[in-house]
């Protein structure tokens, strides 16, 4: 039964992103700004603290795959970033002292590496006619500022829930 919790937890933090999306009110504040959840992220680094880079990277392949089958229309964009940035997170936990504080900084730092890398594949491939200016402004605050909210809120509980899941695995 407890090799079942990580994977339900991963799920939980994907799933949850759409349903944070649906209840958030959209009002005229939304119309101009773009409050993009990054939970899932979270979950993706806070693992690869606990659990390492290799498992972390496995999730984000796997996630990383869906969320662009679900959510948009080129393959392999959020699957290559939840990957790459799980790798690095994974190598950054060895060199930093690994607490919730650390975590929670580095996933903002992800979040930042993850939006600027969508920016730059939009523009790339002509999506998007924002300059970084208005990108920066109109999406990349407003999505920090909403996961720094999620982060205040959930980064202990979910690092005490993957800890716990890191020892029950580490009992059987």
Not at 78 to 99: E, P, S
Request: charged residues 15%; glycine residues 6%; hydrophobic residues 55%.
């Amino acid at each position: 039964m407890n090799k079942w919790r990580l994977p339900f937890l991963a799920v939980l933090c994907f799933v949850s992103e759409s349903l944070f999306v649906d209840v958030w009110p959209k009002g005229d504040l939304y119309v101009h700004y773009f409050f993009v959840p990054r939970f899932f992220l979270v979950f993706l680094v806070f693992t690869a603290m606990h659990f390492g880079g290799t498992r972390a990277m496995g999730y984000g392949f796997i996630f990383g795959f869906l969320y662009d089958c679900v959510y948009t229309e080129l393959l392999g964009v959020y699957a290559f970033a939840y990957t790459l940035i799980a790798y690095l997170a994974g190598k950054a936990m060895k060199w930093f002292h690994q607490n919730w504080f650390v975590a929670s900084l580095l996933s903002l730092l992800s979040i930042l590496l993850l939006d600027s890398y969508v920016y730059g594949i939009q523009l790339l491939i002509g999506r998007t006619d924002w300059s970084f200016s208005v990108f920066w402004n109109r999406r990349l605050w407003p999505t920090l500022l909403l996961n720094v909210a999620f982060l205040l809120v959930f980064s202990y509980p979910l690092e005490r829930r993957l800890a716990k899941i890191r020892r029950l695995e580490q009992e059987e």
